[in-house]
């Protein structure tokens, strides 16, 4: 119910459930208030034996370590524990089922707030590509979109001299395998005319591209340079660590994919996302 409370939370994710009505993004990981009461031991166990085995866990080691060693540690613990070979199936069920789920174009929810708070959603096509290629698409989609709306960007100044964003504005996008999705959120009083700026500036930027391209060396800079931070940081580097999606590519593999990246790449990237996509508005207010 905490969660329920807070219109940011809900905000995220009632527009990810707009996004992929009835399909399992749809629900609150945690369940509803009626389905928690349900739950029994035996399902609690159930669960955890068929999701908490070897073969669907990574295990990630960053320090100053014996690998060879840590290796036959690793082998001596997990060597003799059963698998879970009915995992992989459960995936592809719930993939198809998030592909065929409806996007629900408007949503509007009422909490009594002083100012409306809105979400633009916008649904990606699924992907079908993994490994590096899939690191370099993430990647070059995150920089399009700093491109536009980081706080360094010549459009971010405008829209926000003109009071179409504020300092409530900002942005998150998630790519899994079987799904990738974008989505803004602003406390405003104009929410259409806030998302079909949003729109707009997007797609001006995906037809006359040369607009932004003085600020991608910029941009670029500022990615290796974040990643150059999270060196720092044993824990940064280990939730950097990929996983069998892209590949197991890591923060310092990220560095030279960035290095590498052209202009025409990301925005072969951001079209691949936006010419493909869907869009939810959700509205509380």
Same mark, same amino acid.
């Given at each position: 119910m905490m969660y329920q409370d807070d219109p940011s939370s809900r905000i995220y994710f009632d527009t990810i459930a707009s996004l992929y009505s009835e399909s399992p993004l749809s629900f609150d990981i945690a369940g509803s208030k009626s389905s928690i009461f349900k739950i029994t031991p035996e399902e609690l166990y159930d669960t955890?034996? &068929? *999701?908490?085995?070897? @073969?669907?866990?990574? +295990?990630?080691v960053v320090g100053k370590v014996d690998v060879t060693k840590i290796i036959s540690e690793v082998k001596g613990h997990f060597l003799n524990l059963t698998t879970n070979n009915? $995992? #992989?199936n +459960?995936?592809?069920?719930? @993939? &198809?089922? $998030?592909?065929?789920? +409806?996007? $629900?174009? *408007?949503?509007?929810?009422?909490m009594?707030?002083?100012t409306p708070k809105v979400g633009l959603g916008i649904r990606g096509p699924q992907i079908n590509f993994f490994g590096r290629t899939f690191s370099r698409y993430e990647l070059s989609l995150g920089m399009f979109l700093e491109l536009i709306f980081s706080e360094d960007s010549d459009i971010y100044q405008r829209l926000y001299d003109n009071q179409i964003i504020n300092d409530s504005f900002g942005f998150d996008f998630d790519i899994e395998d079987g799904y990738q999705f974008l989505i803004f959120a602003e406390d405003t009083k104009k929410?259409?005319?806030f998302c079909d700026i $949003? +729109?707009?500036?997007?797609?001006?930027?995906?037809? @006359?591209?040369?607009?932004? #391209?003085? &600020?991608f060396e910029l941009i670029k800079n500022e990615e290796i340079g974040d990643h150059f931070a999270l060196m720092d940081s044993i824990s940064g580097i280990?939730? &950097?660590m990929g996983d069998r999606l892209n590949d197991f590519t890591n923060v310092y593999d990220e560095v030279e994919i960035i290095k590498n990246l052209s202009f025409n790449e990301?925005?072969?990237?951001?079209?691949?996302?936006?010419?493909?996509s869907q869009t939810t508005r959700n509205v509380i207010i």
């Open positions: 955890y034996h &068929q *999701y908490y085995v070897p @073969n669907n866990m990574t +295990l990630v009915s $995992i #992989e +459960l995936k592809k069920i719930v @993939n &198809q089922e $998030i592909e065929n789920s +409806l996007v $629900i174009p *408007y949503k509007k929810t009422t009594k707030l002083s929410t259409e005319k $949003i +729109l707009a500036e997007i797609n001006d930027c995906l037809v @006359n591209p040369k607009k932004i #391209e003085s &600020q280990a939730n &950097q990301i925005i072969d990237a951001a079209k691949n996302f936006f010419e493909n």
